[in-house]
């Protein structure tokens, strides 16, 4: 499965923004994606996931409330609605494919994704 994300930019601390990831290939085999980031400096880190086949959805905790993610998996397409966006928020964000079927018992940890998309830049002005 080929991941390609996109939607990134600049917006000022309190805005939203909206990414977008689209699959290609052999999606038929995809069980589950997620989102990751990762600012200057730090170590990549887990935001949010989604069941590709009951679409329920899993935050790490610190993004509970202002993230949202979802997929149309009609349209192979996952997305991620940031809100109240702040400084500490800029990073690059990637999507990522789950690993087959058991992917969602490791689904916080980069070892339960396959495939990985190139990343969108968001940054967020003070």
């Known amino acids: 499965v080929q991941l390609q994300a996109s939607g990134g930019g600049l917006v000022q601390a309190g805005g939203s923004l909206s990414l977008s990831c689209a699959a290609s290939g052999r999606t038929s085999s995809v069980y589950g994606m997620g989102w990751f980031r990762q600012a200057p400096g730090k170590e990549r880190e887990y935001v949010a996931s989604i069941s590709w086949t009951d679409g329920s959805t899993y935050y790490a905790d610190s993004f509970k409330g202002r993230f949202t993610i979802s997929r149309d998996s009609s349209k192979n397409q996952m997305y991620l609605r940031m809100t109240n966006l702040k400084p500490e928020d800029t990073a690059i964000y990637y999507c990522?494919?789950?690993?087959?079927?058991?992917?969602?018992?490791?689904?916080?940890?980069?070892?339960?994704?396959?495939?990985w998309g190139q990343g969108t830049q968001v940054t967020v002005s003070s």
């Open positions: 990522a494919v789950g690993n087959g079927r058991n992917w969602y018992w490791r689904r916080g940890q980069q070892v339960a994704y396959a495939g």
